[in-house]
């Protein structure tokens, strides 16, 4: 089950779901508007599983960034979410898709305990221009039924994320066989 909007704002007020900052104005009827951090990761070059991605990092200036077609960007959530009770389920929106944004479309899964900025796949369509802050998509949050299992006290690659990351597949894969 989805928690609605005054659902989210009491969890938040009981201390179940972390959102900072919060703005109780991002509100919607069964989400909550999250937003694009400051900073980018451009991958450079041809992507390959068994080696770590080589990236370029930048701040997003505040007059914006111009994102390019065929290029793979990793960006942050200004929001630090997450909760101990609920799951959270985060995706672009209808304004971000307008655009010819896709973003966050492989990973959108945040597992109860996992308290994060969320690295953020994003793709553009045509060139766009981005901005730091700018409403970016949905974050949701969920109804766990059964045993509770904290993201963070799982034996996880991705627990102690705060900020970009990049994928860490090559750390099972052996000499680029699994």
């Not at 007020?13 to 990761?41: F, H, K, M, V």
């Not at 896709?102 to 990973?107: D, F, K, L, N, R």
């Amino acid at each position: 089950m989805i928690l609605t909007g005054p659902g989210i704002a009491a969890a938040v007020q009981d201390g179940e779901i972390t959102i900072d900052p919060y703005d109780p104005a991002r509100l919607s009827p069964n989400a909550y508007d999250w937003r694009l951090g400051n900073t980018i990761r451009i991958c450079d070059g041809d992507l390959d599983a068994a080696t770590p991605t080589v990236f370029t990092e930048q701040p997003i200036p505040a007059n914006g960034l111009l994102l390019q077609p065929g290029m793979l960007y990793l960006g942050v959530t200004l929001e630090r979410t997450g909760s101990e009770t609920y799951a959270q389920m985060l995706n672009g929106d209808r304004t971000i898709g307008a655009l010819g944004i896709w973003v966050h479309v492989s990973a959108p899964l945040g597992h109860q305990g996992h308290a994060i900025r969320w690295t953020l796949e994003i793709r553009a369509a045509r060139p766009v221009r981005v901005y730091p802050g700018m409403t970016f998509g949905k974050l949701v949050f969920l109804t766990a039924i059964g045993a509770p299992a904290s993201y963070q006290q799982q034996p996880a690659k991705y627990a102690a994320t705060d900020g970009i990351d990049i994928s860490r597949l090559y750390e099972e894969i052996h000499g680029g066989v699994l």
